[in-house]
Structures are given as structure tokens and as C-alpha cells.
């Protein structure tokens, strides 16, 4: 079984930057990866990463602004977010998987958090 635990959400002004955490505890997972849901939409793909130096991937939204990161001595992904728009308001979960593809596709991934939330007003 895998347990993530995300943290690092809240309000910040349009502009402003936030870095969300998720601790992965478990095993065999390779792939970890950042989605969001606003109320009313379906959830989308923001970031993934593959573990232990493996590629990044980051949807078009997420492009230019945002950035993930590893640190593998915590089992830890971070997602660095700036420039923030309201339109990036959202809860924000964190994902893992054992995958060799389908980085940005929700359905690659059987663990989840339970999410953060991010708002940005402006």
C-alpha cells in the first residue's frame, strides 16, 4: 500500500507563488504526479515526474510557471508554483503509480492524497 500526504496549499494573491509537498510512504511506485479539480470541472494533469532522475512532464497550463521537483532521501515530490492565476485555483492532489507511461493521465494512477487547496484571488 502507498500513503501520500500533500501539504503546502492556501491563499495567495494572483502573482504569487506557492510549493506544494507530497511524501510518498509505501513501495514500488515510480511515477508521481500532481492534478487539480476546481469545483465543476474535471480533474486535469498538472506535473509528473518519474523517480530516481527520471523525466519531468508538465501540461500546457503548467508550462513556464510551474516546476516539479525529487528529493529521493524523503520520498518527497514538490511542486513549485509561480505566477499564480485564479484560474489556477483548485484542490490540488498528488498521485503515484508503478507506470511506464501515461505520466498525465489520471488513470495511470492508483494512489492518491487527498488533496490541498490552492486558491488565488485577484
Known amino acids: 500500500q502507498v500513503r501520500l500526504v500533500e501539504s503546502g496549499g492556501g491563499s495567495v494573491q494572483a502573482g504569487g507563488s506557492l510549493r506544494l509537498s507530497c511524501a510518498a510512504s509505501g513501495y514500488s511506485i515510480n511515477l508521481m504526479g500532481w492534478f487539480r479539480q476546481a469545483p465543476g470541472k474535471e480533474r486535469e494533469a498538472v506535473a509528473a515526474i518519474y523517480l530516481g532522475g527520471g523525466g519531468a512532464y508538465y501540461a500546457d497550463s503548467a508550462k513556464g510557471r510551474f516546476s516539479i521537483s525529487q528529493d529521493n532521501a524523503k520520498n518527497t515530490v514538490y511542486l513549485q508554483m509561480n505566477s499564480l492565476k485564479p484560474e489556477d485555483s483548485a484542490v490540488y492532489l498528488c498521485?503515484?503509480?508503478?507506470?511506464?507511461?501515461?505520466?498525465?493521465?489520471?488513470?495511470?494512477?492508483?494512489?492518491w492524497g487527498q488533496g490541498t487547496q490552492v486558491t488565488v484571488s485577484s
Open positions: 498521485a503515484a503509480a508503478l507506470a511506464d507511461s501515461g505520466a498525465l493521465v489520471a488513470t495511470t494512477y492508483p494512489y
